[in-house]
């Protein structure tokens, strides 16, 4: 199976309809993680929970929590919201996550795993599953955190093999990988780097036993690469005008969920960063539509850019 990465700020519910709408290429969609403020889910995360913007077959929502009360909390209004399952965040890197013992913050603490995982299991009727990184400063802390893991009836473990501490920079850890493939009793999916079909192929002769994987900055560079990895052969022309609609419903979504023009536009600048990948002379042309002031002149960077392709 493939799913698509909980990526702030790029894979939100506008995103995840337009792919799904076009390509139909992912399993599972895995919503950016959300947190809790005065024991609610803040209101800025309604509209990416919301059932009627979640309507793929499988969607799943990944949380923020720094104890088993915020994620019996965040379970429990995910459940009332028609969720079967959630995903509990053990990877976010950034310092201001983890300054606050949350994501791979937690997993130089084993116990506090423990404790939350705990509380989850004991009270909470949905399935969770956990994304993972290798440990907050080092892959020494793997061992420690799988023990736990391996206590609880997880769905699957999503394991990104780099510590917090190297960002996305940096090389993936492939024995870390192996190591957690014999030692996890749970279902592994790989997650990390894989960014063309080539990448992919490598990565699943290299790790036999891994069936399901996990794609983030490579959808966002080329949403055709799930498509590409499962085989499936299109022309030069049907591409090009799969990635032409899928542009087309990405920005009518940020039009129609955004409260003005101006406020759309950034967030198609912001689309931009990765998908200019896809075009020849991406880094022109990425140039070119952030110097856009207005949709009129965005649309006409858009439409030589695809004149281009």
Not at 11 to 29: E, L
Not at 70 to 77: P, R, Y
Not at 96 to 124: D, Q
Not at 133 to 138: F, I, K, V
Request: net charge positive; charged share 20%; hydrophobic share 40%.
């Amino acid at each position: 199976m493939i799913y698509l990465a909980p990526l702030q700020g790029f894979t939100d519910f506008v995103y995840r309809a337009a792919h799904a709408a076009v390509f139909n290429s992912i399993d599972a969609y895995f919503i950016p993680y959300i947190s809790l403020k005065h024991n609610k889910i803040l209101p800025k995360y309604f509209r990416e929970i919301s059932p009627q913007n979640n309507r793929q077959m499988r969607v799943v929502p990944q949380v923020l929590a720094k104890d088993g009360n915020e994620l019996a909390l965040m379970a429990k209004q995910l459940l009332d919201l028609g969720y079967a399952e959630i995903n509990l965040n053990l990877g976010c890197p950034y310092p201001m996550v983890t300054n606050r013992g949350k994501g791979a913050g937690l997993l130089a603490t084993p116990a506090k795993v423990n404790e939350i995982l705990e509380r989850f299991f004991s009270t909470s009727e949905g399935e969770l599953s956990v994304k993972l990184r290798s440990g907050l400063q080092s892959d020494s802390e793997l061992s420690s955190v799988i023990d736990v893991l391996n206590q609880f009836p997880i769905k699957e473990v999503i394991y990104h093999p780099r510590v917090a501490s190297q960002l996305y920079s940096g090389e993936i850890d492939e024995n870390a990988y192996l190591f957690a493939s014999q030692q996890l009793k749970h279902r592994l999916v790989y997650n990390g780097d894989i960014f063309s079909v080539k990448t992919y192929t490598e990565k699943n002769e290299m790790f036999l036993q891994t069936s399901d994987w996990m794609l983030g900055r490579g959808v966002l560079m080329n949403p055709l690469l799930p498509n590409e990895i499962m085989g499936v052969q299109l022309s030069k022309e049907k591409r090009d005008s799969l990635l032409f609609l899928f542009h087309k419903y990405v920005l009518e979504g940020y039009l129609e969920a955004m409260d003005n023009e101006g406020n759309a536009l950034n967030k198609m600048k912001q689309f931009w960063i990765y998908f200019s990948h896809r075009f020849p002379a991406h880094k022109k042309v990425f140039k070119l539509v952030k110097k856009a002031k207005d949709m009129n002149k965005y649309q006409s960077v858009i439409r030589t850019a695809f004149d281009q392709l």
